[in-house]
């Protein structure tokens, strides 16, 4: 069954810092789709990125990078120099090719709160 | 701004009321999601429209309906409402329907049942 596993449900840490945030992923389907979201104190949900399964390689997108590797199903998410407007809800989330739908399927959600 | 509206932002209601959520999709996405933001389920996806037609269901329940029209919003509404019921209501929509179309969410509409 389709899953997305985000174990760390809070981090905190000081301006500057990087952090990664852990995103495990559980599916049958051979071709795949990985999303990360952010919902700020606003509560929005912006997307930041998409990665499909038959593409590996890491992505870097200023400070934010992302990392994927089929072998572990993981998709993690690291901030660099982490600065207090990163504090948000992050959402990992997950949908199938062999739905042929756009459902997303999210993990719980990891708190971060960047301290100044 | 994603561009997808939702009204209202906050609703209050009684239980055993009926309620319509309503959401505008981006200008030229087909698709439209709706899900469901609660404490203790997260985030849940409900329903998927594709240019008018039901596309997909998720975790809705029977008390549930949806519809997209012809000018491509999207309606949700929910009856004979219960406290559990109470949770933040999100439309997304896409350009496509399918897995690997990025979904652009709306603000969200918080449904408090008293």
Known sequence: AQKVTQ???EISVVEKEDVTLDCVYETRDTTYY???YKQPPSGELVFLIRRNSFDEQNEISGRYSWNFQKSTSSFNFTITAS???D???YFCALSEA???TGKLIFGQGTT???KP | DSGVTQTPKHLITATGQRVTLR???RSGDLSVYWYQQ???QGLQFLIQYYNGEERAKGNILERFSAQQFPDLHSELNLSSLELGDSALYFCASSVGGRSYNEQFFGPGTRLTVL
Do not use: E, H, I
């Open chain 1, 112 to 114: 971060l709160q960047v």
């Open chain 1, 83 to 85: 600065q207090v407007v």
């Open chain 2, 23 to 25: 959401c505008s999709p």
């Open chain 1, 34 to 36: 990985l999303f990360w």
């Open chain 2, 38 to 40: 609660s404490l203790d």
């Open chain 1, 87 to 89: 504090s948000a809800v």
């Open chain 1, 7 to 9: 174990a760390q449900t």
């Open chain 1, 98 to 100: 062999a739905s042929n």
